[in-house]
């Protein structure tokens, strides 16, 4: 099965052999954080929240030592015991805290895989409690769409006494057709009214 164990496994594998600093200057005024996990003569690999990116040296202007938010999130995995529930769910809070989202996620499923019934980590998972249980998005029932009520003024075609009076539709072609007005709107004339 390799459950436990395999998570320390992972979690080893992503601390860092040689954490030589923890943020790049790029030539281009960027700066990559995270934590160097490899440097040769021509790269240097950095390991961020979101995974490993080797950068050309060419592109860097400089490193700086200094302590940052994914060092801290792998010294404390360390420190956790491999199957402590709530030691992992506050480590998947401070990651999540601390913009570190895919290493939040990876965590919060790792306690979900201890305790599936736990609150936390199903909310911060996007996991809705229906009829006491647990259910993702795709697993969740479909409800019917609320009925939404019609706008003031709303006409119902299907109703005839609600449509307009068949002349009214004449009327609105011949004010849109090309020409001069008067000649448009002969045929629509009514006793009393005319138009010159």
Known sequence: MGGPRRWLWTVLAVLPAVAAADEVHLTSGGIVR?????????????????????????????????????????????????????GLANLARWAGDHDLATHARHTWERVLALDPGHPGANAALGRAYIDGVWMSEQGAPRLPAPAVPDPPGAVDLEDPAALPPPGLEAARGACEAPGPVPQR????????LTFA
């Open 34 to 86: 995270g934590v160097i996990v490899e440097r040769t003569d021509q790269a240097v690999v950095i390991e961020t929240g979101p995974g490993r990116v080797t950068l050309p040296l060419a592109r860097v202007s400089r490193i700086v030592d200094g302590g940052s938010a994914l060092a801290t999130f792998q010294e404390r995995a360390a420190r956790i015991g491999f199957d402590d529930v709530e």
């Open 185 to 192: 709107l002969e045929g629509l004339q009514r006793p009393g």
